[in-house]
């Protein structure tokens, strides 16, 4: 990207009035007219920026290259030399929007006014086709174009969502289209600004809101044809992310079938035209029409030929049924249940005599192991075991209350309050910490000092060191 700063060139009328020498005597010839404005040209502005639009541009055999700048109101004639326009990098075309670097002048032979031109950058279509590739690039890196991540369009939606402006001719286009073709789809317009600074949020906007709302099956995002700054907005990178992020299937049918967007390489489907994709999400009636037709006289093909089958397999069971009588069948199985309960009756006996004789067999072994007798056995052995544990529990209380009077005895020989009793003390400090040494406490500290019988509050009121005793190095 070129960024270029654009001099402001201001010429009081009253300084350029001062530069011509006007006199009412005077009299010009043309040639001195023309030469005295080109040297006035020359010396007020010198070299100069103006960007435009590039308008006649013809290029002579010579090499030399001709071409007019234009705006919305106004042209200006320009002339660039070979050996300038040989370092372009670019062909200029009627419609670039370019900046030119030159001098002011006349060419005299006709009096035209005229800059003469030694540089030109693109600053239009050139430019914006350099941030549409650097977009592409990055949007691709990151996998928005991926052909496996893109959605399948519904073949027959119940309503199509279509963002573009509502006032336009694509949206004409479209519905017109739809009517055509899939009059009883339902169709809801998100009006969108497709042209312009706002066009890109807006767009992206009513993206979201479609799925939001998520009323429609599939999203058709159009737009007419239009130079590459009228579709810029689609190359936007807010718009190419909402169309990635979108769970509705996105159609694009923006500009001309020539022209391509981010937004065509972001969506599920891309469309040539704003009618083509109203095309793609949208069934032929006449088609559809014909394959019902088609479908009527094939299912009526088949219920006909069901019809007959079911008439023969109906006969067929007609026959088996006159052949197998029910009053036969009644018989043969009232018969089959006299069989079974006879059966189930003599089983049942037989069942009740086994149980009685298996009862018979269980008592008399229940006598013959009768518990009585392994009772009273138990409770003699009971009864020796109890008086060994008396015994061994009493001998073993003995020992250990000898142990304990013992124990008693020795720990009333260390015990410290022997100690106390015999006249000694134990002095703490306030947190019941012995005190051991005279210099881990100070002046006016509170102390207490724990005697046999209770304890005294006292205040240290002087300290005095111990000396240590020095011994000689051997």
């Known amino acids: 990207m070129i960024n270029c700063i654009y001099p402001s060139v201001f010429l009081a009328e009253s300084n350029f009035m001062q530069q011509i020498p006007l006199s009412p005597d005077q009299v010009f010839t043309v040639s001195e007219l023309n030469s005295e404005v080109k040297w006035l040209l020359d010396t007020q502005f010198g070299s100069i920026w103006v960007e435009g639009e590039l308008s006649n541009t013809m290029r002579a055999r010579t090499g030399h290259m001709y071409f007019s700048l234009k705006d919305s109101r106004s042209q200006l004639r320009c002339a660039m030399f070979r050996n300038d326009n040989r370092r372009l990098d670019f062909t200029p075309a009627d419609g670039q929007k370019v900046l030119c670097r030159g001098r002011l002048g006349i060419y005299e032979a006709r009096g035209d006014y005229q800059m003469v031109v030694d540089r030109m950058i693109e600053t239009g279509a050139g430019a914006l086709q350099q941030k549409f590739e650097e977009t592409k690039k990055r949007l691709h890196t990151e996998g928005l174009f991926d052909e496996a991540l893109k959605k399948p369009i519904p073949v027959y939606p119940r309503c199509i969502g279509v963002i573009t402006s509502p006032t336009g001719a694509a949206v004409r286009d479209a519905l017109n289209v739809l009517q055509r073709r899939y009059p009883c789809a339902n169709v809801i317009i998100y009006p969108a600004t497709v042209q312009g600074q706002t066009a890109a949020p807006t767009i992206a906007k009513m993206l979201k809101v479609a799925n939001r709302r998520a009323e429609a099956d599939v999203l058709l995002l159009i737009r007419g044809g239009g130079s590459i700054e009228d579709l810029w907005a689609f190359n936007e990178e807010v718009v190419a992310r909402a169309i990635f992020e979108s769970d509705l299937p996105v159609i694009s049918g923006v500009g001309h079938e020539i022209d391509y967007t981010i937004a065509d390489l972001v969506a599920d489907v891309r469309a040539p035209t704003p009618s083509a994709a109203a095309e793609l999400c949208s069934p032929d009636r006449d088609e559809l029409l014909q394959g019902l037709a088609g479908l009527k006289r094939s299912l009526g093909r088949q219920m006909k030929q069901r019809i007959q089958e079911q008439h023969t397999w109906l006969g067929q069971w007609q026959r088996r049924l006159a052949n197998?009588?029910?009053?036969?069948?009644?018989?043969?199985?009232?018969?089959?249940?006299?069989?079974?309960?006879?059966?189930?009756?003599?089983?049942?006996?037989?069942?009740?005599?086994?149980?009685?004789?298996?009862?018979?067999?269980?008592?008399?072994?229940?006598?013959?192991?009768?518990?009585?007798?392994?009772?009273?056995?138990?409770?003699?052995?009971?009864?020796?075991?109890?008086?060994?544990?008396?015994?061994?529990?009493?001998?073993?209380?003995?020992?250990?209350?000898?142990?304990?009077?013992?124990?008693?005895?020795?720990?009333?020989?260390?015990?410290?309050?022997?100690?106390?009793?015999?006249?000694?003390?134990i002095v703490q400090d306030d947190r019941g910490s012995v005190i051991t040494d005279s210099t881990s406490v100070s002046e006016n500290e509170s102390i207490k000092v724990r005697l046999a019988k209770g304890e005294l509050a006292a205040k240290v009121t002087a300290i005095k060191v111990a000396k240590t005793a020095k011994t000689k190095s051997s």
Request: net charge positive; aromatic share 0%; with cysteine.
């Open 324 to 425: 197998v009588h029910p009053s036969n069948q009644l018989r043969q199985k009232t018969q089959r249940c006299d069989e079974l309960d006879l059966r189930l009756r003599r089983c049942i006996a037989n069942s009740l005599q086994r149980a009685g004789q298996q009862q018979s067999q269980l008592s008399r072994r229940l006598q013959l192991l009768s518990p009585q007798h392994q009772i009273s056995a138990r409770q003699e052995r009971l009864q020796r075991l109890h008086g060994r544990l008396v015994r061994t529990t009493r001998s073993q209380l003995e020992q250990v209350a000898l142990q304990l009077a013992g124990a008693h005895r020795a720990l009333q020989g260390i015990s410290p309050l022997n100690t106390l009793a015999r006249g000694y003390a």
